[in-house]
């Protein structure tokens, strides 16, 4: 298995979409030379520009630092359900390791629960 770099995934995604780096710096309203750098691992992006390369490729910041290898985004889930919301987010920040959300997910389950019993303010 070959692993890819950020800027490999990137290029490569840019590429599959027929995409100029000039037109993926004027969509993103951000410089060339920042885009080519990018691509060439000479400079790392920032969280926010991370997130803003995700979305526009339609993928998650997981998948583009190489913690993924499944380059479809997390689907949105339903506004009723927090859990998912939670997981959504969770997984969004790229982050946290699989262990780390799955944690965090228990943990919020089980304070969910607790107060649902009406244990919340009891001593």
Known sequence: MVIESLGERLRRLRQERDRSQEQVARDLNLSFSI?????????????????????????TVAYLLGESDD?????QPDSGDVGAQLE?????????????????LRLFDELARANEDGSEGKS
């Open 35 to 59: 885009i080519s750098a990018y691509e060439r691992n000479e400079r790392q992006p920032p969280v926010d520009k991370l997130q803003m390369l995700a979305k526009y490729y339609d993928t």
């Open 71 to 75: 380059p479809s985004p997390t689907p």
């Open 88 to 104: 959504y987010f969770l997984r969004g920040t790229g982050r946290l390791t699989e262990r780390d959300i799955k944690v965090i």
